[in-house]
């Protein structure tokens, strides 16, 4: 899974140049879905109608926002099917947040154990 990270600087970013920036993210799109290797993908809600939940001592405590002091915040994911961790990192370091922000390569464990 390819998790895509974002930031207040990242969108200005993207706002500034967004249809170049889209053009990118259509054509690796188009490139993956063309090899088989796109599985699938979401962008994620704005950060501010995020919630982070921690439970401690048998107390949940709920806060505003996706994370504790970090300006950085998870916005969506891109699942691949691909030969190697090498060919997802070569598609993370393609996409444009790996310039703007970061992107995160991270398997995903099958859920029947066997």
Do not use: H
């Not at 501010?48 to 107390?59: I, L, N």
């Not at 998870?74 to 691949?80: D, E, N, R, S, W």
């Not at 060919?87 to 790996?98: C, F, L, V």
């Not at 991270?106 to 154990?113: G, S």
């Amino acid at each position: 899974m390819l998790l895509i990270y974002s930031n207040p600087a990242a969108q200005q970013a993207v706002a500034d140049g967004f249809d170049q920036v889209m053009a990118e993210v259509d054509a690796l799109m188009q490139e993956l879905e063309e090899s088989g290797e796109l599985v699938g993908g979401q962008a994620l809600g704005d950060p501010a109608s995020s919630k982070t939940v921690m439970v401690r001592d048998g107390v949940p405590a709920v806060t505003d926002g996706p994370f504790l002091e970090a300006k950085e915040y998870l916005a969506g994911y891109l699942t691949v099917d691909c030969a190697s961790v090498e060919r997802a990192t070569e598609i993370a370091a393609r996409w444009p947040d790996a310039r703007l922000c970061a992107m995160e390569v991270r398997p995903v464990l099958d859920e029947v154990a066997e």
